[in-house]
C-alpha cells in the first residue's frame, strides 16, 4: 500500500458510473420504479459519508470510532436552523458544514494527542457524548428526534421534487469526489498518507504531525456534516440514531467493505451494503448475517476492499 | 583543523534518567563548525538516549542543549528539523511501503519554507518536479538510483541504510545526528557507508555514534567518550587511542 495513484482505467469507470447514474432517473421513471429514486438518493448521501470517514482513516490512518457525531451534527443542524425559518440551502448546508467542521476541531484537537486504541476509544467517548446531550434536549425531539417539515429550497431548483433532489446530491458527491482525487495527489495528500506509514519519521523529517493530521480530520468531519445535511433533506427526520456510535460503525464496516484508502472504496461500500439491506430484508430479518460473511472474507482475502479487487485501490507494486 | 572554528552544538551538563537509572549523568559536549565528531563508548552508556534528547524525542531532566545559538529546550523535534538539526535512527525506519523516490520526495518536501507550504490540497505533486529532481539527485549521491521504483521494504539492508542517509541529507542539515549507521552491515556494505559519509564530511558537521572502531578512527576529526551517562574525554583519535582512562574503561586494558 503505497500512495494513492490515480490510473486512466479508474478515471474511466468513474465516468461511465457518473454516466449510468445521471441516467437512473429517467430509468426508474420509465419502469414505473419513482421510489427508487429516493432510495438511490439516501445511497448516494450514505457513500458521501463513508468517503468522508475514509479520508480520515484511510488517508490519514486515523481509526476514528466518532464519526457518526459530525454526520448527525450537519442533520440536526438543518433540522433546527429549518425549525427557526432559515431553510434556504445555501445558508444551511454550508452553515452545517461548518458546525460539524467546528465539532471536529475541538474533538480532534484533544483526541489527536493520543495513538491507537485510545485514539479509537476517545473518539467514540466524545461521540457519544454528543449522542446523550442530543438526546437529553427536549428542545431538539430528545429520542423522537426532529422533523423536517420542509426541505431546504435552493435557488429556483425545486428540492421537494425528488429526481432534482437526486440530481443535486449526485451532483455534491461527484464533485467531492474529484476534490478528494485531487487532494490525495496533493502536497498535502502525500503528507496524510506518509504519516499513516510512519508517523515518527515524518516528525523526524520536519513535519509539524499533529496540525497535519487536525486539519484532515476537520475536513473529514465538515465533509460528514454536509452529508448529514443531506440525509435529513432525504428522509425528513433528524434522528439521534444518526449520532450513535452504531452509525460510525456502519461507516467504518462501509470502507472496509469498499477500500480503505481508495477514493472511491466508500462509494462502493455504501452501494454493496445499503443495497444489500434494502433486498435481502425482504428474504430474511437475518441478512446481516451474510453481511458479516461478506466482511470476514473482504478482510481475510481481499485487505484492500472490493474497489482494491478490481484495481481501484493503492497502487500495489 | 587549522582555522578557528565556531561552537556549533553545546551540550551542557545534561541528564536523563529512567526511573532510577541514569542514562545521562551530566554529559557535556561541544562540536565544532564542520568537524565529524564521534561518539563512543560501551553498550548502555547513554549514547543513542544523548541522541534522543538532542533530537527532541526524549526531553532532558537537566542541563542545555544549545544549537547554533538557539536553546534548544522545549523545541519540538519538527522545529529543532527546522533548524537544521537531523537524525538517522539506529533501527531503520523508513517508510517501507512506499517507494525509494516516494521516500526521498516526502523527505525533500519537508522543507516546506523552500516550497511554499505542504497545505497544498489541489495542484497535483507531479507538477512539483523541482521536488523530484532534487531527489533524485539525492539517490545519485547515495548510488541508489536504479532502485528508485522499488519499495523500500524491498532493499538489503545496505541500501536501506544509505537510503536512511538520503532522507536525513534531503532535509539539508547543518548537523547530522547518525545512529550507528553501520549497525548490521556487512564489510563490504560497510566500506561503502564509510565512502559515503567520507563525502558527507567535506558539506556537514557530524556527530556519529558507531561501534565499528575502525570506521570511527579512520572518519572522526574528534572523538568523545560517554560512559556512565558521562563524557569521560574529548579530543583528536590519537589522543583518545593513548587515553589511560580511556583504555581502562572502554577500549579494553588488555595487558
Redesign the interface.
Known amino acids: ?3 494513492y495513484a490515480s490510473s486512466p482505467r479508474r478515471r474511466i469507470a468513474a465516468a461511465m458510473t457518473l454516466v449510468a447514474l445521471l441516467a437512473l432517473p429517467w430509468l426508474m421513471q420509465s419502469l414505473d420504479q419513482g421510489f427508487y429514486v429516493s432510495l438511490a438518493s439516501r445511497v448516494l448521501i450514505f457513500a458521501l459519508a463513508a468517503t468522508s470517514l475514509n479520508l480520515v482513516i484511510g488517508f490519514g490512518g486515523m481509526i476514528s470510532f466518532g464519526h457518526a457525531a459530525f454526520f448527525g451534527a450537519g442533520a440536526y443542524t438543518v433540522a433546527i436552523l429549518a425549525e427557526s425559518g432559515v431553510v434556504s440551502a445555501a445558508l444551511a448546508w454550508p452553515l452545517a458544514l461548518a458546525v460539524a467542521a467546528l465539532l471536529a476541531l475541538l474533538i480532534g484537537a484533544i483526541s489527536l494527542r493520543t495513538r491507537g486504541v485510545y485514539f479509537i476509544m476517545i473518539t467514540l467517548a466524545f461521540a457519544q457524548m454528543v449522542f446523550y446531550l442530543v438526546v437529553s434536549l427536549k428542545s431538539w425531539g430528545g429520542d423522537d428526534g426532529l422533523l423536517l417539515l420542509r426541505r431546504s429550497t435552493f435557488g429556483s431548483l425545486d428540492l421537494k421534487d425528488d429526481t432534482t433532489f437526486y440530481f443535486v446530491v449526485l451532483a455534491t458527491l461527484a464533485l467531492v469526489l474529484l ?1 478528494l482525487d ?2 490525495a ?7 496524510i498518507q ?1 504519516i499513516r ?2 508517523e ?10 499533529f496540525s ?1 493530521k487536525l ?1 484532515c480530520f476537520v475536513i473529514g468531519g465538515a465533509l460528514a456534516g454536509l452529508a448529514g445535511a443531506l440525509l435529513v433533506n432525504q428522509s425528513g427526520l433528524a434522528s439521534p440514531n444518526l449520532l450513535h456510535w452504531m452509525q460510525s460503525g456502519t461507516l467504518m464496516v462501509m470502507i472496509v467493505i469498499g477500500g480503505v484508502g481508495s477514493v472511491f472504496g466508500g462509494v462502493v461500500g455504501a452501494v454493496l451494503l445499503l443495497l444489500c439491506e434494502e433486498f435481502f430484508v425482504e428474504i430474511s430479518p437475518h441478512w446481516q448475517i451474510g453481511l458479516g460473511l461478506l466482511l470476514l472474507a473482504v478482510v481475510l482475502w481481499a485487505p484492500l476492499g472490493i474497489a482494491g479487487l478490481f484495481g481501484w485501490g493503492r497502487s500495489r507494486e | 583543523m587549522s582555522e578557528r572554528r565556531t561552537i556549533l552544538l553545546e551540550v551542557r551538563d545534561v541528564s536523563k534518567h529512567f526511573g532510577g537509572i541514569y542514562a545521562l549523568n551530566g554529559a557535556s559536549l561541544a562540536l565544532e563548525s564542520g568537524e565529524v565528531h564521534a561518539l563512543i563508548g560501551p553498550n548502555g552508556a547513554g549514547k543513542t538516549t544523548l541522541i534522543h534528547v538532542l ?1 527532541g ?1 526524549l526531553t532532558a531532566d537537566a542541563g542545555q542543549v544549545i544549537f547554533n545559538g538557539n536553546d534548544l529546550a522545549w523545541r ?3 522545529e529543532r ?2 533548524l537544521g538539526l ?2 538517522s ?1 539506529q533501527i531503520t ?7 525509494v523516490l ?1 521516500n526521498v ?3 525533500v ?3 516546506v519554507r523552500d ?1 511554499g ?10 507538477l ?1 518536479s523541482a521536488i523530484v529532481d532534487e531527489a533524485q539527485d539525492l539517490l545519485d549521491q547515495v548510488s541508489l538510483t536504479g532502485l528508485a521504483g522499488r ?1 523500500a521494504c524491498q532493499l538489503s539492508h545496505g541500501e536501506q541504510r544509505c537510503l536512511e542517509v538520503a ?1 536525513v541529507l ?2 539539508k542539515p547543518k548537523l547530522l545526528l547518525l545512529d550507528e549507521p553501520m549497525a548490521g552491515m556487512g564489510p563490504e556494505e560497510s566500506v561503502r557507508m564509510v565512502e559515503l559519509i567520507e563525502n558527507l564530511a567535506r558539506r556537514v558537521t557530524m556527530l556519529l555514534v558507531e561501534h565499528d572502531m575502525d570506521a570511527v578512527f579512520r572518519l572522526a576529526d574528534r572523538i568523545s567518550v560517554l560512559v556512565g551517562g558521562r563524557v569521560i574525554a574529548s579530543g583528536a583519535p590519537a589522543a583518545i587511542r593513548a587515553d589511560h582512562e580511556v583504555r581502562r574503561a572502554y577500549l579494553g586494558d588488555a595487558q
Open positions: 500500500m503505497g500512495l476534490a485531487r487532494l495527489h496533493s502536497r498535502f495528500g502525500r503528507v506518509s506509514e510512519n515518527t519519521r515524518m516528525e523526524a523529517l520536519g513535519y509539524p504531525v497535519y486539519v | 533530537s524525542a519540538a523535534m519538527h528539523v527546522a537531523a537524525r535512527y525506519n523508513l517508510f517501507s511501503r512506499l517507494t516516494d520526495t516526502m523527505a518536501q519537508s522543507r516550497w507550504s505542504s497545505f497544498s490540497f489541489w495542484k497535483p505533486f507531479s512539483d519499495r532522507l534531503a532535509t
